[in-house]
């Protein structure tokens, strides 16, 4: 079933010069960009986007880096996107979950820093589709 995926490459991707890498791998993999934007987030759309954390003790420093510099968003389009975004990037924690091969495994070492964001359910990429792209048809 074709879906849609909200992608980010977090600010330390992009400060890393790891665009370019992200993006191979994207369209390697076979999805379709569909929306692609380089952007400077606010504290409002960065506590809108990870407002399912507000409670957790990392928010505050999740938001100060997800503001720190900017992101290049992006809707992904393909067979099962949301997962196959999430297979690529591989686990949250770069190190014990992400395995080499994956974005994070490859290139991450705390979980913080893990470079890729990928929505996690038809729900999630809806509501952030919508946050990051308005004007992106339905
Ligand atoms: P994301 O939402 O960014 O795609 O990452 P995810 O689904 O793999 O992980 P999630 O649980 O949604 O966490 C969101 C982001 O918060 C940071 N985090 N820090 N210090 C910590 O223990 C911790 N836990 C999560 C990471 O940047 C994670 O990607
Ligand atoms: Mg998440």
Redesign the pocket.
Known sequence: MTEQTLVLIKPDGVARGLVGEVLTRIERKGLKIKALELKNVSETLAGEH?AE?AERP?FGS?IEFITSGPVVAAVLEGPRAIAAFRQIAGG?DPVEKAVPGSIRGDFALE??Y?LV??S?SPESAKREIALWFPEHPA
Do not use: E, K
Request: aromatic share 18%; glycine share 10%; charged share 10%.
């Open positions: 990870y954390h990392f999740l949250t979980t913080q893990n964001h990928g996690d």
